[in-house]
């Protein structure tokens, strides 16, 4: 073959189509790697990739980024009805409920909001009944300002007195023992666990006290069906159901009670917008101030509503700083800035300028076809940092597009 074809051949691996993915904090980047072979015996031409050339640029690269979000009280969650019988009260959109308030009324009877968990899921009475359900009514009663005595520690034993419930189809009884269908009262030695309350006499009078003062039944039991047990106080929603109306299915959707900015955010910068993280918010009446990056999640989604395609998101929760820079406002769109990395007076090329050598590293390549390698720096808003001998502000590189 003549040397003049061979230099043809060695120069005619032009443009590209492989992409190297280039992962860095926050951000992936993609570069176009000009890698095409010109085969003598096709005879289609090749699809070509438009190219240009770009001066090299002295510049300030930084990872800050600026993300929208909302200004509520967070994402509601549902009140779950617990307890039959007929709505006959409930509480106005916009309210708030603290510990002890009646969140809404069944059968003319409160349902008060208890704080903390777990939530009730039995009956509680008998002596000394233990459980972390029991801990959490007399943490309650105690907030609340009712004398509960003193709760055995961990490790210690306590007598427990218990009615056993007759089997709904017993067997006959033999003699000297109750008939069928008699409940039975039964007592054991129980040792109370790291986290557990203990139903004592002070705590059973403490409850028939409170039950009293609230409109219950003032017997010292209290079903599963008597309180709302939730995380914390809560703001009202929106409602599901009106008075009268059976007491089934979601009652009510409710929200905390701090007003908080909810971003959602592209995947790639999940990592950037770490828990305890610090934030610039721009409120929607043009202040600024100050927020904390409260809770991110850990599974992203699709947007509700969003065409097929649509990147997923994660929900990020922010505080404000000054819980009254909102004002009175309950709604709004903020401006979230995040600051990052900034690297300033750096030389900079558009990321399609990079083409990824065979034998590892990056290059940029001059309109005269010589290669120059270059190693890579900070990646920021399609632009990287690019360090090497010969590389020069203002130098000439070609770029694809």
Not at 349 to 355: D, G, I, R
Request: hydrophobic share 40%.
């Amino acid at each position: 073959m003549p040397e003049e074809d061979n230099r043809r051949r060695r120069r005619g691996r032009v443009a590209a189509g492989l992409a190297v993915a280039v992962a860095v904090p926050a951000i992936i980047v993609t570069a176009l790697v000009w890698t095409r072979d010109v085969d003598a015996a096709a005879e289609e031409p090749a699809e070509t990739i438009s190219v240009g050339t770009v001066p090299v640029a002295r510049t300030d690269l930084s990872t800050n980024r600026t993300l929208t979000g909302t200004l509520g009280y967070g994402t509601p969650r549902a009140v779950r009805a617990v307890r039959e019988g007929v709505i006959t009260g409930l509480p106005a959109s916009g309210a708030t409920i603290d510990r002890g308030q009646s969140l809404y009324q069944v059968n003319d009877e409160p349902v008060p909001l208890f704080i903390g968990a777990p939530p009730l899921y039995r009956t509680i009475s008998g002596t000394n009944m233990t459980g972390r359900d029991v801990a959490m009514v007399a943490k309650n009663l105690g907030a609340l300002g009712y004398a509960i005595g003193d709760q055995p520690d961990a490790g210690q034993q306590v007598k427990q007195t218990y009615t056993e419930e007759p089997d709904p189809a017993p067997d006959p009884a033999p003699s000297g023992t109750p008939p069928p269908g008699t409940p039975v009262t039964r007592t054991a030695w129980v040792t109370v666990r790291d986290g557990e309350g203990v139903l004592t006499a002070a705590l059973s009078a403490a409850i028939t006290r409170w039950q009293r003062d609230v409109g219950l039944p003032a017997d010292g039991v209290i079903e599963a069906g008597d309180l709302a047990v939730l995380p914390g106080a809560v703001r009202v929603d929106s409602l599901a159901v009106q008075v009268g109306d059976p007491a089934t299915g979601d009652l009510m959707s409710v929200t905390q009670t701090t007003k908080v900015i909810t971003v959602q955010a592209p995947v790639t910068d999940a990592d950037a917008l770490k828990p305890g993280g610090t934030v610039t918010l721009r409120m929607p009446d043009g202040t600024e101030t100050p927020g904390e990056i409260g809770e991110t999640a850990t599974v992203a989604q699709t947007p509700d509503g969003a065409p097929p395609g649509t990147a997923q998101q994660v929900s990020v929760t922010i505080t404000m700083s000054d819980p009254k820079a909102a004002g009175r406002l309950d709604g709004g769109t903020v401006e979230v800035r995040v600051e990052g990395e900034t690297r300033a007076d750096v030389l900079a090329v558009p990321v399609t300028a990079l083409l990824a050598l065979r034998e590892g590293g990056y290059a940029i390549q001059l309109p005269d076809g010589r290669l120059i390698a270059v190693a890579t720096g900070m990646f920021s808003g399609g632009m990287v940092e690019v360090s090497g001998d010969g590389v020069t502000e203002g130098l000439a590189v070609v770029t694809a597009s």
